[in-house]
């Protein structure tokens, strides 16, 4: 059943065409990275790991927004269960994000856009920068759609200023983050800057890193759960 409305889901979404604009914008946006050689690995990967941060903002509101009402309403009933029908299209939009992680991962390495040799803990730290931010991006971005924001505009808006608050946090390292209990709250954005931000001459990642990268993913799993449990509760638009 799970399988089937996944599948299902993919290929309503595939149709609506809605996917373009923001491949376009993320192909368009590794181009022009990648356009002059050689280029650094880590901070390379920094900034398409922020590129996917935003993009999957897009990407999260048009998944979720794909069908109209009344198709909602049909899909919702055949479901039986509104949980397993939001759950599809969060793993949906985690797919999306897992497949632009690999491509921003490989494209640089394929066409030879580094300077440095790549060595595997880059391709594995670059593959979990892009992955858990694109997984970030996605719990932030489902307080935005339509079953908690009324206004499509609303939505947009939300959407870009929560992810923009969250970079801005992150980058101004602000006196807010000395304080633990707000630290742990705010979305874990800052974590993949201190970790990307680093020689490319690394051989290994300590421990605290890969503890670092759970956090975010079990931050954003967390936001998940609370999403899918007031939407389960709320009447089908």
Not at 17 to 25: A, G, L
Not at 50 to 63: A, P, S
Not at 66 to 82: N, S
């Amino acid at each position: 059943m799970m399988k089937g409305l996944i599948h299902y889901h993919f290929v309503n979404y595939s149709r609506t065409h809605k996917y373009i604009p923001p491949v376009s914008v993320f192909i368009i946006m590794l181009l022009l990275n990648y356009a002059s050689v050689p280029n650094p690995i880590m901070y390379s990967y920094s900034f398409t790991s922020l590129m996917l941060f935003f993009i999957m903002g897009w990407f999260t509101i048009t998944v979720l927004h794909a069908e109209d009402g009344v198709q909602k309403q049909i899909t919702t009933l055949h479901t039986k269960k509104k949980k397993r029908y939001y759950l599809a299209l969060i793993i949906n939009c985690a797919i999306i994000g897992l497949i632009l992680s690999l491509i921003a991962v490989a494209y640089p390495i394929v066409f030879h856009s580094f300077g440095p040799k790549v060595q595997i803990i880059h391709i594995v730290t670059g593959l979990l920068a892009h992955f858990s931010l694109a997984v970030l991006s996605i719990s932030l971005s489902l307080f935005f759609t339509r079953d908690l924001v009324k206004t499509h505009v609303n939505s947009w808006w939300g959407v870009t200023g929560i992810l923009i608050a969250s970079l801005a946090m992150a980058v101004a390292q602000t006196k807010i983050l000395s304080i633990k209990l707000l630290a742990w709250l705010l979305p874990p954005i800052r974590y993949v800057l201190e970790i990307t931000m680093v020689d490319d001459k690394i051989t290994q990642l300590p421990a605290t890193v890969y503890i670092q990268f759970g956090w975010i993913f079990i931050y954003s799993l967390i936001l998940m759960i609370i999403y899918i449990a007031i939407v389960s509760k709320r009447s089908i638009l």
